[in-house]
């Protein structure tokens, strides 16, 4: 504690004195020590730092002072000088800002939305964009993909490819391999976890130091030696209750056992592209070999850590001549994949990297939008200021003085607009991250923390700065012997004022103009997915994940044994139609793999059509609502040799090889060399997006579970009541069958529609609120305009009048030029959205991003919203009161 | 001629300057302070009076090691530049004291 007091002393003190200071205040101290006890001296200590601090650094109490020449002096009186009219300016505007309180509150609240949105959305931006990876040198992080060489793919690798990269690459330090997974974990309350099997290399590539134990080592990748796990800190603590006699001891994982070797530090996440939001908790080493793994199945996630010297440009090219030398060595399986090194940060943000610039976008623009409303209110009420700021000028305050008394009160305006926007933010915030997507990576990052207050401290001086500025420049120049001879407001202030009101409309109008079309844009686009036909049956159909895991399920015997014993439980249960098995569920994405028909030749991988692959048992298209549009369904017994059986296609494969034709009876093969299948087509089914509802169909191949069936799969069930309803039965008959296993995620096909469309709606919901915020402000900035123009006219007005001027003629007036500044700002609003057009693109579907009717709706949209803000001064203006320039009666 | 007039604490310290024998450093001049004046002196505020102090011109200041060896603590010692200045401000005190009594 007195070493911190003592190094702020250093800190502050001249140089001069620093040594000798520090040397007595010790002397000080020791002498204290003795006389009153070693805390009296350390309170002491700290007491006389304190002092220092005050004197040293606070002008006029002494401290740092130099002797005073005549022009030290003047400068010091200039400064203090100005800090006194700093004080001055500040009391006087705080006096202000007290004197209309309605005025303050409601400037203070459209800043404090504006600079809340800005600072709610700029923590995400942070988190995402510019906080490093939390991991050490995390610039040396790679992300290692297979790719097709003509174009960027991201493929897995396999094992054979990459047993090799690794053995011949000279850029790495640590080069691993892993599968993400799920895990069953624990054999009493067994629970499903994410986890992932991986080499040595990966977990020793983020860098990271286990917490307690060890990481894994190479020679347990090895089949038998690899019954070993590390676990994360997270799951330490809640599965096992934070023991450390854990490390040591063996944990049931999938069904065998494991004995757990290392804990994770605390706050470590395993970030990985095909997970980026789960929690990984459990680690079990991934054992490879080449012998009899083929080069064409690519399952493994390559990650890397470069060696320090080695940039990013050596690396990939050190890769592309290790894969060129594979395709020579391997042409039938390598010639057309290649290598590529993506940086993980890049990797992981890249994908929401375009959602969050959107919203940041949208956030600058409805503050941009506050700013202007602001300053057409202080312009405004500038105009009712006129007398104080003649008065003021003919006191002798020059006009500099004047702008600098108007700006220190849009500071101390833009400074609670400040605080109130961290309020809105810190709220905001709390409320987005509900809203906030799982899969959206690092969301546990994003705080309101020291960059992020600073952020809205920069914000609030900027932003007082920019709606300040022009209603301080306008309101210095008072005319003085105009205003104190009472005549209503001089020609040229009043002309110039007019004009910058109606400017700031026209702003407020085209910025409103531009979010709306976002909004509208992505709503429709919304819908649009959402409307999307999806073949399955969304709301009949239940799906739950269940995984057999264990020694007992090692053959593909078994495996179906199980689920046909379960299949025939389920169908059996009252209400359930049909009850079905997949590999893969519809929109989640999957496995694919290239397939050539009967009339096609090999060449090498790389060149067949890329073709979902999908294991289903008999009754999946009923239980799944997926229509039957030629041949018949998959039964029993489609598939009895190894290499040889029938399959079902969809509607896309069998129009892309014969069109116009039947498919039934056709031939297809997987593109290699031998072809490990050939299947014959005795159906066709109408397509289902595999990949999300965004994304077209593409070829598939429905194969029987017969001929493979995996570990873990979804059980598909439809029924006429609600199919929720059935998970307790389903849970009883696994349990059944197996108590060790675990049913998850039971959702109806509904939800799992509902889930691939979160980001989509999030985006649309966040941008239509700042759209109908941007309306609403825009809204009230014109009809304030438009009031003080009525206000400020009501004398001009009056004589119209009375010169015979008819009601409807007043009423024109005002609406023309409402409707003339609306249209300006529909011409610049329009060219802004064609602009934005570009930013938006990647988030519009369905429709064009620049469609005319659409923005010619919303013209005639904004026009309605200008008419409709400027109705009420409009007609006060033209009712016959005003119009004699007499003001309404008080009550 | 008078350099500068001294304010109240600037002449308690050169007091207690002088009463270390015309030359000392801060430690036993705050000593003498609160033992003479009976309240807590902050050092920092002698410090900012004998550097005040010697911009008047009252006192000079020089910069030694309270230990020969190296490493050893540093001192800054002050010493009184000019005695005559201290008593022309006493006799001003006196003239203005001459012929008051307490209570009155």
Redesign the interface.
């Known amino acids: 504690m007195r070493t911190a007091a003592a190094r702020i002393l250093r800190l502050i003190l001249p140089h001069m004195?620093r040594?000798?200071?520090l040397?007595?205040?010790?002397?000080?101290y020791e002498?204290r020590v003795q006389g009153q006890g070693q805390a009296a001296a350390d309170r002491w200590y700290r007491r006389?730092v304190r002092?220092?601090v005050l004197?040293?650094l606070v002008p006029g109490r002494?401290?740092r002072?130099a002797?005073k020449g005549p022009e030290e002096h003047w400068r010091q009186r200039k400064m203090r000088n100005r800090l006194d009219v700093l004080w001055q300016d500040l009391c006087f505007a705080l006096r202000t800002t007290c004197r209309w309180p309605g005025f303050t509150v409601m400037i203070v609240l459209i800043l404090g939305v504006g600079i809340g949105g800005n600072v709610a959305i700029f923590s995400v931006l942070k988190a995402l964009l510019f906080q490093p990876l939390p991991y050490p040198e995390p610039d040396r992080l790679v992300q290692v993909w297979q790719t097709h060489i003509d174009y960027r793919t991201r493929w897995p690798f396999s094992s054979p490819d990459y047993l090799d990269v690794r053995e011949q690459n000279r850029s790495f330090e640590e080069f691993g391999a892993y599968s993400p997974q799920r895990f069953t974990v624990g054999r009493v309350e067994p629970e499903r976890v994410y986890g992932a099997t991986a080499t040595a290399g990966v977990l020793r590539a983020y860098g990271v130091e286990p917490a307690l134990g060890r990481l894994f080592t190479e020679g347990e990748e090895l089949e038998g030696n690899n019954r070993v796990a590390v676990l994360s800190d997270r799951f330490w603590k809640r599965r096992f209750g934070a023991e450390p006699e854990v490390v040591g001891t063996a944990i049931a994982i999938n069904g065998g056992y494991y004995q757990v070797i290392g804990v994770m530090p605390h706050g470590f996440e395993f970030i990985s592209p095909w997970s980026p939001g789960e929690h990984v908790a459990v680690w079990t080493p991934l054992a490879l070999s080449r012998d009899g793994a083929s080069r064409t199945n690519q399952w493994l996630l390559g990650i890397a850590r470069l060696r320090p010297e080695v940039t990013l440009e050596v690396a990939a090219a050190g890769l592309r001549a290790i894969a060129s030398g594979l395709g020579e060595q391997y042409p039938s399986t390598n010639a057309r994949k290649q290598l590529w090194v993506n940086p993980l940060k890049r990797q992981i943000v890249g994908d929401v990297r375009g959602q969050v610039l959107l919203l940041m976008g949208a956030v600058a623009l409805v503050l941009l939008l506050a700013c202007a409303n602001v300053a057409s209110m202080l312009l405004a009420k500038s105009a009712r200021r006129r007398t104080e700021m003649a008065i003021r000028s003919s006191l002798g305050a020059g006009r500099w003085r004047i702008v600098g008394q108007l700006l220190t009160e849009s500071m101390v305006l833009s400074l609670l607009g400040g605080i109130a926007g961290t309020l809105i933010g810190v709220a905001g915030l709390g409320a987005m991250r509900s809203l906030i997507p799982r899969d959206v990576p690092r969301m546990a990052d994003v705080t309101i923390d020291g960059p992020v207050l600073l952020f809205s401290l920069g914000l609030a001086l900027l932003t007082g700065l920019i709606f300040g500025l022009a209603p301080a420049l306008h309101g210095s120049r008072s005319e003085v012997s105009e205003v104190l001879r009472g005549v209503r407001g001089g020609h040229t202030v009043r002309g110039g004022r007019a004009r910058m009101l109606g400017f700031l409309a026209v702003g407020q109008l085209a910025i409103a103009l531009v979010l709306t079309n976002g909004a509208a844009l992505l709503y429709v686009s919304f819908r649009n997915v959402i409307r999307t036909p999806q073949v399955f049956d969304a709301e009949q159909t239940l799906t739950a994940s269940i995984s057999l895991d264990g020694d007992r399920y090692a053959e593909n015997q078994a495996r179906v044994g199980f689920w046909n014993q379960l299949l025939d439980g389920v169908a059996a249960l009252p209400g359930v139609d049909h009850a079905a098995l997949t590999n893969q569920l519809p929109l989640l994405g999957g496995i694919n793999d290239e397939i050539l028909s009967e009339e096609e030749t090999f060449e090498s991988r790389g060149n067949g059509t890329l073709t979902e692959i999908t294991f289903i048992s008999p009754d999946y298209f009923d239980a799944m609502g997926i229509p039957l549009l030629a041949g018949r369904a998959l039964g029993d017994g489609d598939w009895q040799e190894s290499v040889r059986g029938n399959v079902v296609v969809n509607k896309t494969l069998a129009e892309r090889y014969w069109p116009g034709e039947n498919a039934v009876g056709k031939t297809i093969r997987r593109n290699a060399d031998p072809a490990s299948w050939t299947a014959a087509i005795v159906g066709v089914v109408e397509d289902v997006r595999q990949w999300g509802p965004e994304r077209n169909p593409i070829p598939q191949v429905y194969f029987p579970h017969e001929r493979s069936t995996w570990n873990a799969s979804w059980l598909v069930l439809s029924s006429k009541s609600d199919p929720l309803s059935h998970v307790p039965a389903i849970k009883n008959e696994v349990a059944r069958l197996d108590p060790g296993l675990v049913v998850s995620d039971p959702r109806r096909m509904e939800q799992v529609f509902d889930s691939t469309t979160l980001q989509r709606r999030f985006i649309t919901r966040l941008v239509g609120l700042f759209a109908v915020v941007a309306l609403v402000l825009a809204m009230a900035g014109v009809f304030g305009m438009m009031s003080h123009e009525v206000a400020q006219r009501t004398h001009e007005i009056g004589i119209r009048a009375a010169l015979g001027a008819a009601r409807t003629n007043l009423l024109a007036m005002a609406l023309g030029r409402a409707l003339r500044l609306a249209s300006i700002g529909a011409v610049i609003g329009i060219v802004g959205a064609v602009l934005s057009a570009r930013v938006t693109r990647q988030w519009v579907f369905g429709m064009s991003g620049t469609n005319p009717a659409f923005m010619a709706g919303l013209v005639i949209f904004l026009l309605i919203v200008a008419v409709a803000a400027t109705g009420v001064p409009a007609l006060r203006a033209s009712s016959w009161e005003s119009a004699l320039g007499i003001p309404p009666q008080r009550a | 001629m008078a350099k500068d007039y001294l304010k109240e604490f600037e002449h308690h310290v050169l007091l207690a300057l002088l009463r270390q024998g015309h030359e000392g450093?801060?430690?036993p001049i705050?000593?003498e302070l609160e033992e003479r004046t009976g309240r807590d002196v902050?050092?920092?505020?002698v410090?900012?009076?004998l550097?005040?102090l010697e911009?008047k011109g009252f006192v000079e200041s020089e910069?030694r090691s309270?230990e020969p060896q190296e490493g050893g603590?540093?001192?800054?010692y002050f010493a009184v530049t000019d005695r005559e200045q201290v008593w022309e401000a006493r006799r001003v005190y006196m003239n203005l004291w001459e012929g008051l009594e307490e209570g009155r």
């Open positions: 004195d040594r000798h200071v040397d007595e205040l010790e002397e000080l002498l006389q002092t220092f004197r040293v002494g401290g002072r002797p | 450093y801060s430690v705050i000593a902050a050092p920092a505020a410090y900012i009076t550097r005040r911009q910069l309270a603590r540093e001192r800054r």
